[in-house]
Nanobody, 124 residues
Framework: QVRLVESGGGSVQSGGSLRLSCSASGPTFENYAMYWFRQAPGNEREFVASISRGSVNSYYSDSVKGRFTISRDDAENMVYLQMNSPKPEDTAIYYC?????????????????WGPGTQVTVSS
């Protein structure tokens, strides 16, 4: 079973930048699309971004489009989320996960496994 470990979170001011990392175990990382999700206190977990196999396509939620960039390094089994110009409403725990296809995930998605996540706090 895949093991996912997110890192890179912390405190940042609005207008700054932060890069999140996700390490995935397993020999078939390159066969999966990768996703970033987030969950703010009192809210459901929500889709943030996804990237297809081979980095051909990427998708973003409307709330982060133009500010965040997802990327992956298949040689290192890593996926990243570059957060530029974060806003206080981006404050959340961020999680990565894998799926068969990249796209925009509506609410109600389910995964059998989640990593511990990484906390991002954006101050104004």
């Amino acid at each position: 079973q895949v093991r996912l470990v997110e890192s890179g979170g912390g405190s940042v001011q609005s207008g700054g930048s932060l890069r999140l990392s996700c390490s995935a175990s397993g020999p078939t990382f390159e066969n999966y699309a990768m996703y970033w999700f987030r969950q703010a206190p009192g809210n459901e977990r929500e889709f943030v971004a996804s990237i297809s196999r081979g980095s051909v396509n990427s998708y973003y939620s409307d709330s982060v489009k133009g500010r965040f960039t997802i990327s992956r390094d298949d040689a290192e089994n890593m996926v990243y989320l570059q957060m530029n110009s974060p806003k206080p409403e981006d404050t959340a725990i961020y999680y990565c996960n894998q799926d068969f296809q990249a796209g925009v995930k509506a609410r109600g998605f389910k995964y059998d496994y989640w990593g511990p996540g990484t906390q991002v706090t954006v101050s104004s």
